[in-house]
């Protein structure tokens, strides 16, 4: 089946620094990406599209300058936390649309990343 | 806009026993998909059903069936046979556009 590794599973930044996570499917091309954000006993709420190629589409309220996302190739996508504060600390989740017809369509997700700035 | 609302935040069940997690939705789309993700503790979001809305046939998967009303837009997801693994976030989704938009999450515990 289709699968999605994302780096890294957890990292401790300093406040101010920027930090990367990436995204990539092992075993299928993925040409578009989301990336979420989930805190703690809550949902996951959607942050970017992120089509290979081109530039990612941003939902209301996110700051695109902040997280910087990169859809360079079919299998790889990154999301960077540019100037990270203590507010930005959360769980990240990075998923890839597998499939494009009825039978296969579906979502296979990261297992996230635990960002935590000090 | 597209909402997903799950209004049970929490849901606990006897181990063995049947539960049913609600969820609603809408959609200004007439093709879309639907989907129950389990959330555990490591926090990897597992597929556990997936409903094609054309289809009028509730989608099942070994224990895990769904209701799915399109008309009044309920998407339910009943859980027999309750096992101690089956603890965890349930989260209700819906795609539009493409893009995949969650319920706000029902936390099952299971009773031994």
């Known amino acids: 089946g289709a699968v999605v590794s994302q780096h890294p599973s957890w990292v401790i930044c300093k406040s101010g620094t920027s930090v990367k996570i990436e995204c990539r499917s092992l075993d299928f091309q993925a040409t578009t990406m989301f990336w979420y954000r989930q805190f703690p006993k809550q949902s996951l709420m959607l942050m970017a599209t992120?089509?290979?190629?081109?530039?990612?589409?941003?939902e209301q309220g996110v700051e695109k300058d902040k997280f910087l996302i990169n859809h360079a190739s079919l299998t790889l996508s990154t999301l960077t936390v540019t100037s990270a504060h203590p507010e930005d600390s959360s769980f990240y989740i990075c998923s890839a649309r597998a499939g494009w017809d009825r039978q296969n369509y579906g979502y296979t997700f990261g297992s996230g990343t635990r960002l935590t700035v000090v | 806009a597209q909402t997903v609302t799950q209004s049970q935040p929490e849901m606990s069940v006897q181990e063995a026993e049947t539960v049913t997690l609600s969820c609603t939705y809408d959609?200004?789309?007439?093709?879309?998909?639907l989907f129950w993700y389990k959330q555990p503790p490591s926090r990897q979001m597992i597929l556990v059903i997936r409903?094609?809305?054309?289809?009028?046939q509730n989608a099942t998967e070994n224990r895990f069936s769904v209701n799915f009303q399109k008309a009044a837009k309920s998407f339910s997801l009943k859980i027999s046979d309750s096992q101690l693994g089956d603890a965890a976030m349930y989260f209700c989704a819906c795609n539009q556009g493409g893009k995949l938009i969650f319920g706000q999450g029902t936390e099952l515990s299971v009773k031994p």
């Open positions: 959609t200004s789309e007439s093709d879309y998909y």
């Open positions: 992120s089509n290979e190629g081109s530039k990612a589409t941003y």
């Open positions: 409903q094609e809305a054309y289809k009028q």
